[in-house]
């Protein structure tokens, strides 16, 4: 079956230390997204990528990194630089076509002490 | 720029009882509406959307929703709940493929015995 795998469901990491989260797709999607989401705060994207070797910030982008060399792939980095790391982060795909919705991977939860 | 509201951020409702879970958006061209839900710890799935034409759209697991232009607002219905429905529910708006998908913060279904 087609989706987005999203790895590890949990992260546990020391302040000061840069992590990756994982996503991969094989929807065959060339629009895949990163949001956060925080209690209370609904989903707040971070950055997404329409195109392999192409990507643009959201609306929380400082403390963060991506890359796309891969269409199936999206990784995303919390650097130390992100103040407030402790969330949940899912990744989405978007197909072509007018209205398109979104599809999720079921998160990663990271904990930063 | 387009914004979402979702007026309650915990609806409880009794078993088998009908439930509306309110969204109300605000966009100076045509958009695109969708409902999510989202169940503990697992990324977000559409429950239904709507593009065009009959204003009053039919989801998976018994829901429905109603586009109404003239109040902006895209409410999600149940005639009756179950305790299966216990999640969160996020209302989301787009203008076209390109465009960022925007969401509203969530409303908390408590679904009592």
């Known amino acids: 079956d087609g989706g987005i795998t999203q790895s590890p469901k949990y992260l546990f990491r020391k302040e000061g230390q840069n992590v990756t989260l994982s996503c991969e797709q094989n929807l065959n999607h060339d629009a895949m997204y990163w949001y956060r989401q925080d209690p209370g705060q609904g989903l707040r994207l971070i950055y997404y990528s329409q195109i392999v070797n192409d990507f643009q910030k959201g609306d929380i982008a400082e403390g963060y990194s991506v890359s796309r060399e891969k269409k199936e792939s999206f990784p995303l980095t919390v650097t130390s630089a992100q103040k407030n790391p402790t969330a949940f982060y899912l990744c989405?795909?978007?197909?072509?076509?007018?209205?398109?919705?979104?599809?999720f991977g079921n998160g990663t939860r990271l904990t930063v002490t | 720029a387009q914004s979402v509201t979702q007026l309650d951020s915990q609806v409880p409702v009794f078993e088998e009882a009908p439930v509306e879970l309110r969204c109300n958006y605000s966009?100076?061209?045509?958009?695109?509406l969708f409902w999510y839900v989202q169940y503990p710890n697992q990324g977000l799935q559409l429950l239904l959307k709507?593009?065009?034409?009959?204003?009053l759209v039919k989801g998976i697991n018994g829901f429905e929703a109603e586009f109404n232009k003239s109040q902006t607002s895209f409410h999600l219905r149940k005639p009756s709940v179950h305790i299966s429905d216990t999640a969160e529910y996020f209302c989301a708006v787009t203008r076209n493929r390109d465009d960022k998908i925007i969401f509203g913060k969530g409303t908390r279904l408590h679904i009592l015995p």
């Open positions: 966009s100076s061209v045509s958009v695109y």
């Open positions: 989405a795909s978007r197909g072509q076509g007018v209205a398109s919705p979104l599809h």
């Open positions: 709507y593009l065009s034409g009959s204003t």
